[in-house]
């Protein structure tokens, strides 16, 4: 049974860090690629970043650019996103997915995790 499960997330104030972290169980994803979305109440889920299997490509939404740092550790079959610098608009629940291609649309997407949620206060 594949899973997806997501941790790291808390409450931080304004200005501080979290590492998320997304530890894949059931098969190894060789060749695909894993990407990180949020999701705020009432709004639609938005894409954030993803990273390659190989870890070699990384692509990033326009708000995590300079912030957000995504990577893996194929060893322990987990992909991070360090967030640094974080505001209250980056407060949302993150989820990690996987996709066999590299895209920014959720339904391209075919395994998802459940998310953690990450608020941060003002």
């Known amino acids: 049974q594949v899973q997806l499960v997501e941790s790291g997330g808390g409450l931080v104030q304004a200005g501080g860090s979290l590492r998320l972290s997304c530890a894949a169980s059931?098969?190894?994803?060789?060749?695909?690629?894993t990407g990180w979305f949020r999701q705020a109440p009432g709004k639609e889920r938005e894409f954030v970043a993803s990273?390659?299997?190989?870890?070699?490509?990384?692509y990033y939404a326009d708000s995590a650019k300079g912030r957000f740092t995504i990577s893996r550790d194929n060893a322990k079959n987990t992909v991070y996103l360090q967030m640094n610098s974080l505001k209250p608009e980056d407060t949302a629940v993150y989820c990690c997915?996987?996709?066999?291609?590299?895209?920014?649309?959720?339904?391209?997407?075919?395994?998802w995790g459940q998310g953690t949620q990450v608020t941060v206060s003002s």
């Open positions: 997915a996987v996709s066999p291609v590299r895209t920014d649309s959720p339904a391209l997407y075919r395994y």
């Open positions: 059931g098969r190894t994803f060789r060749g695909d690629f």
């Open positions: 990273i390659s299997w190989s870890g070699d490509s990384t």
